[in-house]
């Protein structure tokens, strides 16, 4: 252990120790005289760490994953589908119905329909060839329940028996656009298009000549049904559930999907209208991931490191040596604790090597279901996030000391009221540690974090750590300060 002790002046050094984080945190006495002297302690503990399954996370997302890929340096397959629900806009209407000139023995119809699944990024050889079915939902999947990555709408029944199935073989590289077109970013989109254009039957034995002359004549029947993103999705269009079947080596980043109805229309000449409904934030999307179980047990079992794997692969967990920081201690206040996680660099170098995860976040492993379901933002009391350092090669939360006291704190009041308390409470010391997304706004010239997801990308990195660690200890580095009466 170091001691350095200081006059009064380095109360001002002191606070230059600890992070941007607001808060004080102690256990004992508070400090309470400015004019003692300041005694400031530095000690290193080693941290316990092992890598835990995340057999599945809570799956809302504004981008959609589609496709199978295998991860190169751990073998792992990796498979993502994804449902998506459509959303109109407020009071949406189509043209006075006088005016369609699209017609069928009198009838309005749609020229045609199809789904475009918009993707701004994507993963592997965009010129693999992969084959998706989009299959019409039963029923809409429902607001306020919390859907994971493993829920299937197929073994959940949520599947319309004879709905919509159509299956698309695709290359994520649309060959049948030309190469300058692909080129014009202003008005080129990559996109996986699926076409709605066989007869349909709706639920009450109606049959149309495609799926979007179903989608105007209910708004002709009752235009009520488009009223509003309810309405259309519970009364109209359940939604889409979009499966890869067959097919290895892309995965793409789906950013727009949109269900297009094309029309013609008079107004003094004749016009082609088009109707768009899109995925947006006011409806549901979610992503149903499936990993090689038996790799990644395996991986999750090699104590020689441990595993950050996106998406819904594999956490690392921690355990803080409590007791150790807090022995002898009562009287100090913990000015910083910090933590370093190092990742280990990949053993093979390839093009579609996968990246290490952004962000991660910390949280107490009792909270790693609770902290997404309650959409809980990090307040660096108990939870805190680390960006990794390319520079350095590694993640570090720079001060976790309330997480620290707030351990400490627990356990002696858990103690108090049931001496088997830590029998009873084994992941009283335990965090999680997970690769997020966060979304920000910027208010007068401050970014603050307004939401946080589990990162559904393809990411996967090594730390240092494991029990059978053969790199230097992962470690926690505290300092404590108490003010010494003479």
């Not at 991860?71 to 043209?95: C, R, V």
């Not at 009450?204 to 002359?213: E, I, R």
């Not at 280990?344 to 991660?360: F, Q, R, V």
Request: charged letters at 20%.
């Amino acid at each position: 252990m170091k001691i350095i002790t200081y006059a009064v002046i380095a109360i001002m050094s002191c606070i230059a120790f600890t992070s941007c984080d607001d808060t004080t945190d102690t256990i004992g006495n508070s400090l309470t005289d400015n004019m003692d002297m300041l005694e400031v302690t530095t000690d290193t503990f080693n941290v316990e760490t092992r890598s835990i399954v995340a057999d599945s996370v809570l799956s809302r997302s504004t981008t959609g994953y589609l496709g199978r890929i295998r991860d190169l340096e751990t073998g792992n397959y990796i498979t993502s589908d994804f449902m998506a629900q459509f959303s109109t806009l407020e009071n949406y209407s189509f043209p006075e119905k006088d005016s369609i000139a699209s017609l069928k023995d009198g009838e309005v119809i749609a020229d045609s329909c199809s789904i475009r699944l918009f993707y701004t990024d994507y993963y592997g050889d965009s010129l693999a060839t992969m084959n998706v079915t989009a299959y019409e939902m039963n029923e809409p999947m429902k607001e306020g329940v919390k859907y994971y990555s493993n829920f299937d709408p197929i073994a959940e029944g949520l599947i319309r028996s004879n709905g919509i199935k159509v299956n698309k073989t695709y290359t994520l590289t649309d060959l049948s656009v030309s190469e300058e077109d692909r080129a014009d970013a202003d008005s080129y989109t990559p996109n996986i298009k699926i076409n709605l254009n066989k007869p349909y039957t709706d639920k009450n034995g109606v049959t149309y000549n495609n799926y979007g002359t179903y989608i105007m004549r209910k708004y002709y029947e009752d235009p009520s049904r488009f009223k509003n993103p309810y309405n259309f999705i519970h009364e109209v269009c359940p939604g889409f559930y979009f499966k890869t079947n067959d097919g290895l080596g892309s995965m793409a980043y789906i950013t727009v999907s949109q269900l297009n109805v094309f029309f013609k229309y008079r107004n003094d000449s004749t016009y082609v209208g088009t109707a768009s409904f899109s995925a947006t934030e006011e409806v549901l999307q979610t992503a149903n991931i499936s990993n090689d179980k038996q790799n990644i047990a395996d991986l999750a079992n090699d104590n020689t490191c441990t595993y950050l794997k996106t998406p819904a692969g594999i956490f690392t967990e921690i355990t803080l040596p409590i007791d150790e920081i807090t022995a002898n201690h009562s009287n100090d206040t913990i000015n910083t604790a910090k933590i370093t996680l190092t990742r280990i660099n990949n053993d093979t170098h390839n093009e579609y090597s996968l990246s290490a995860p952004s962000t991660l976040l910390m949280i107490p492993k009792d909270s790693l279901y609770s902290f997404f379901e309650n959409e809980d933002i990090p307040d660096y009391k108990k939870s805190f996030i680390a960006t990794y350092s390319s520079s350095t090669n590694n993640y570090t939360f720079n001060n976790i000391s309330g997480l620290i006291t707030y351990m400490a704190l627990e356990k002696a009041k858990g103690i108090a009221g049931d001496p088997n308390w830590t029998a009873k409470n084994p992941n009283w010391n335990k965090v999680v540690v997970i690769p997020i997304s966060t979304t920000t706004v910027t208010v007068n010239n401050v970014e603050s974090i307004v939401k946080v997801e589990h990162d559904m990308s393809l990411t996967s990195t090594r730390l240092v750590g494991g029990s059978a660690n053969p790199n230097e200890p992962v470690k926690i580095n505290v300092i404590y300060s108490k003010f010494n009466h003479k």
